[in-house]
């Protein structure tokens, strides 16, 4: 038998006729109630967004549905805001909560109703809006039992579009459905957001968006699957579109002329042909072996059988032998996919992929969506019920958007804080969503998404700067119950302090208690020492004793006036440290240095804190909990001031993954651990492991540094001076993480607003005046939290600094 097949692609020329014209102008018409409802046609669908006529708080909400008008335009839907007025009382006038929903009418039928933080952006309302008008044509299904009994009625009767997206309203669904409102007559859309459906249909690869073309219509055994053929372009509406158009094809054609006058669809969706030469002797093993790849290949080339016959003499026609047909499927697919990298080449030129950076926080929302939140623990705030409710007691308030993957993801960590705290604080914990509600954003000076804000009478609001997480913001609002710095009034009060004895149910949120000590005519120390104490609130503990009978503390603790006491609560030791200057931002910076542990594990939330000291960083790569002698020779080392130029730390494999990639940069293969490696990030580059034959006792440590100090030790690889930033200042974790940490002892500590000033505020509107910039609702920027981005960035600066 002789077969062979040729692959290639015909050039398409475009002629694009340019015809002048005035654009049309896709404003979003606003209208009264009485004239809206008088424009309504029967069987003509509708949107329309009730509120209040001079409310701005639904502006970032507008703007999306305004964006939305032109594309609901060309889907026969038109669109409308219906300015309401207060004295109309009516269904969609009448209460708040109603005025938090658009309704989509079908002439006079109401058909569904949609709170707005459903509909996020124009992707999401056109998403919902075509989801409930084709509720026929796309059936939503949850379990593998009704994918089947779809597929068994179908059977020699129409083929199946099966979908997975990973959420409601995202711009994949929106491809679907407008797909579905072009093709939905033609074929039966079935759509699912369930990973285990997907899974259970074989697919592996579950993180994306699917689409499968199940061939049903061809089936009449009843007991036979439909064939699947599953779409590999990313799901957009024009690439739906182009694969409905190969399913649509003829799976195989038969020609007898010149290869290269042939033309099918295939070319013109720019797709390869393979032509399979055949001869009439060998035409029915022949015609076989093409179906085969024909279906192999379906929806990424056009397969045609080529008779021997059309190949004359004068055709130049290049032959590819092959013996097994599966090398023809991996011939045409590995040429596709050379092509595609070139494509992702040529996209990366042009700049980094926005879209994707928070996919995962997004994930982890939608992943949760089905569990329930107690909500009802907190109070939710609105325009009217805002200053009421903060000037009446002091809270909490969570200002997030509905529409945004890392506020929600946030949300359920405050959820979780107010579970802990129920029944036990006497903060009011509170929460408004700013996409409903940004003119109270605005006043407030929110400008990025999510922030936590705490308002206590007669004080400026404090935001929140710490960890998106429960166990941090618990910390912040457990150490906010009292006003610091605490003045103690005694010297056994004083020792009850230092000793945690004073504040014990608070010891587990701040390890390390600090108590100024000054003379009572040090007015100005005192003073600066009470706006440090007063800027780390939520942070540590700070107290200041000032009595005449200070001198007895101050001999005791060997402390020179004035001084600061630091009691490690964990350890059960009191330093102290002299106050060589007394400005508040020295003192901050004091206290956040003193915060730091002597030998501490390396963690997402620490290693800023530790990075910023500028000193090489010598680190003990443990599998597991460090071994107790490795960390008391260490401790030793510290005590004695050996490590006075290095910052020791240690760094669990189990709790941080990424460091056996950081490992894997340093050492070619990965010897055993524990590892000690002293990493100078910050000069040079330079790598030096500590000899894994010996064991890390003191004298083995002592030795090793002081041929490090002689210059006697080589190091194992040099890091190169490259730098790693992210792809826009937006998304710059690192800084994100240092700034929760470090701001507090670099920027300079600023002045309180006098009570008298606050109340005087209070009889006005209640705004956050803590900052001088404010910016429109426009301007707001989203606050990024990716755990997994960060571990990124951290493996990077590891590896290369």
Known sequence: MFSGFNVFRVGISFVIMCIFYMPTVNSLPELSPQKYFSTLQPGKASLAYFCQADSPRTSVFLEELNEAVRPLQDYGISVAKVNCVKEEISRYCGKEKDLMKAYLFKGNILLREFPTDTLFDVNAIVAHVLFALLFNEVKYITNLEDLQNIENALKGKANIIFSYVRAIGIPEHRAVMEAAFVYGTTYQFVLTTEIALLESIGSEDVEYAHLYFFHCKLVLDLTQQCRRTLMEQPLTTLNIHLFIKTMKASLLTEVAEDPQQVSTVHLQLGLPLVFIVSQQATYEADRRTAEWVAWRLLGKAGVLLLLSAGITGGVPVEFLVLHDVDLIISHVENNMHIEEIQEDEDNDMEGPDIDVQDDEVAETVFRDRKRKLPLELTVELTEETFNATVMASDSIVLFYAGWQAVSMAFLQSYIDVAVKLKGTSTMLLTRINCADWSDVCTKQNVTEFPIVKMYKKGENPVSYAGMLGTEDLLKFIQLNRISYPVNIISIQEAEEYLSGELYKDLISYSSVSVLGLFSPTMKTAKEDFSEAGNYLKGYVITGI?????????????????????????????????????????????????????????????????????????????????????????????????????????????????????????????????????????????????????????????????????????????????????????????????????????????????????????????????????????????????????????????????
């Not at 929760?740 to 956050?768: F, I, L, W, Y």
């Open 545 to 801: 004793y000032s009595e005449e009978d200070v001198l007895l503390l101050s001999t005791k603790y060997a402390a020179s006036l004035p001084a600061l006491l630091l009691a490690r609560h964990t350890e059960g030791k009191i330093e102290s440290v002299p106050l060589a200057s007394t400005h508040a931002q020295d003192i901050v910076q004091i206290i956040t240095d003193a915060l730091l542990e002597m030998f501490p594990e390396i963690t997402v939330e620490n290693l800023p804190s530790y990075f910023r000291l500028q000193k090489p960083l010598l680190i003990l790569f443990s599998d597991g909990t460090v071994n107790p002698q490795y960390k008391k020779a260490i401790l030793t080392l510290v005590k004695q001031k050996y490590l006075d130029s290095f910052t020791p730390c240690w760094l669990n494999l189990k709790n941080t993954p990424v460091g056996r990639g950081i490992l894997r940069a340093y050492f070619d293969p990965l010897p055993p651990l524990p590892l000690l490696v002293l990493v100078n990030l910050h000069s040079g580059g330079q790598v030096f492991a500590f000899p894994s034959d010996q064991a890390i006792i003191e004298e083995n440590l002592v030795l090793w540094l002081k041929k490090l100090e002689a210059g006697l030790e080589n190091h194992i690889t040099i890091l190169p001076a490259q730098e790693w930033k992210p792809p826009l200042p937006a998304y710059d974790f690192l800084s994100m993480i240092d700034a929760a940490t470090s701001h507090r002892g670099t920027r300079k500590v600023p002045k309180c607003m006098k009570e008298t000033d606050v109340q005087e505020n209070d009889k006005e509107q209640h705004e956050d005046k803590s900052a001088v910039r404010k910016e429109p609702i426009e301007t707001l920027r989203i606050k990024h939290w990716n755990r997994s981005n960060w571990f990124k960035e951290a493996e990077k600066s590891f590896r290369l600094n």
